[in-house]
């Protein structure tokens, strides 16, 4: 890692999707891994068939510079990238999982572990440890194992566990909680007017007492005004990243934004964002397709990073962190 050069850095900063069954469709996607392209996530179009697409995640292993995160969301219920496999969600969502006790919790993440893992996956976008307060929220709702914070740590922690004893790498989400929101942020930017205790007392609660197990967290696109006055999402937030998951609650592990093209981080350029979120203590940034522009911006960043605008030393204690993570 001490051998990349600065474009080769930004590459492991990201985690790219592709359109179609096959990597090939994305012009640059196979020279991106192959100058050290950080991650892979995976959507429903992708896995069609299950040699196919075993095959494809080979095929990304051996053009990869450094072998990346192969990730998924699949959480069950609504959120399950193996549809196509199954006709339809083969798994319960966290709410209906959590009623059936901790005992179906396990059993259910052991077999999804176990499903990504005979794909050659190592990473999963899950456990969801949003506390489901609002009865309105459009986006959360089953994807929450409770409306009781105590309740989603007693599930998140078997999941986490599961999940590491499996050789799968979890990432809670959606920092510092989504599970109030009226809005869906995959179309606009939600604003929470919570005061910090209440946000303490519940939405943060989960992720910070389990925080010391997960090796990777996922922040959302959502304004805060208990941490920002400035109408930003917690992604880009320097007063949340930085100043409090980091200093404050002193979590070292790995710290991934949600996804850098939905509504909720719209309201500034791809390159502005991602620029800001660096700064902020961002350490990689998921886009769900591989696009020229992806490759014009991570041009752009390199040019900002020689300029002075992007923090190098953040840029650095990403690619450490992002090496201890690999090989956790």
């Not at 080979?58 to 192969?70: A, C, E, N, Y």
Request: proline share 4%; with cysteine.
């Amino acid at each position: 890692m001490k051998d990349l050069t600065l474009r080769q850095k930004l590459n492991q900063m990201f985690i790219l999707g592709y359109d179609g069954t096959s990597p090939e469709t994305c012009e640059g996607f196979y020279s991106l891994l192959e100058n050290g392209l950080g991650g892979v996530i995976f959507f429903t179009q992708n896995i069609v068939d299950r040699y196919k697409f075993s095959l494809s995640v080979d095929d990304i292993k051996k053009h990869s510079l450094i072998t990346p995160f192969l990730s998924i969301d699949q959480e069950g219920g609504r959120v399950e990238r193996t549809l196509n496999l199954y006709g339809g969600s083969h798994y319960l969502s966290a709410r209906e999982s959590a009623k059936k006790g901790e005992n179906f919790v396990k059993t259910q993440t052991e077999q999804i572990a176990k499903e990504l893992k005979n794909f050659g996956l190592n990473m999963n976008f899950a456990p969801v440890l949003d506390v489901d307060t609002n009865p309105m929220n459009p986006i959360i709702a089953e994807r929450s194992y409770s409306s009781n914070p105590d309740d989603v740590i007693k599930f998140g922690q078997i999941a986490i566990e599961t999940y590491l004893k499996n050789g799968i790498i979890p990432v809670g989400k959606h920092f510092p909680g989504h599970g109030e929101t009226s809005v869906d942020s995959h179309v606009d930017m939600p604003e929470l007017d919570l005061s910090l205790a209440e946000l303490e007392n519940i939405h943060i609660k989960p992720f910070k007492t389990l925080l010391h197990l997960l090796p990777a967290m996922m922040v959302a696109h959502i304004h805060y005004t208990a941490f920002d006055g400035e109408k930003i999402p917690a992604s880009i937030s320097e007063n949340i990243i930085k100043h409090y998951l980091r200093d404050k609650l002193n979590y070292e592990g790995l710290v991934i934004s949600d996804d850098m093209v939905m509504g909720g981080i719209k309201g500034f350029s791809s390159l502005d964002a991602c620029i800001r979120g660096i700064n902020a203590g961002i350490n990689m940034f998921i886009f769900r397709t591989c696009t020229l522009e992806i490759l014009d911006l991570i041009s752009e960043l390199e040019k900002a990073a020689k300029k002075g605008l992007v923090n190098l030393e953040n840029m650095d204690k990403s690619v450490e962190i992002i090496t201890r993570v690999k090989c956790f």
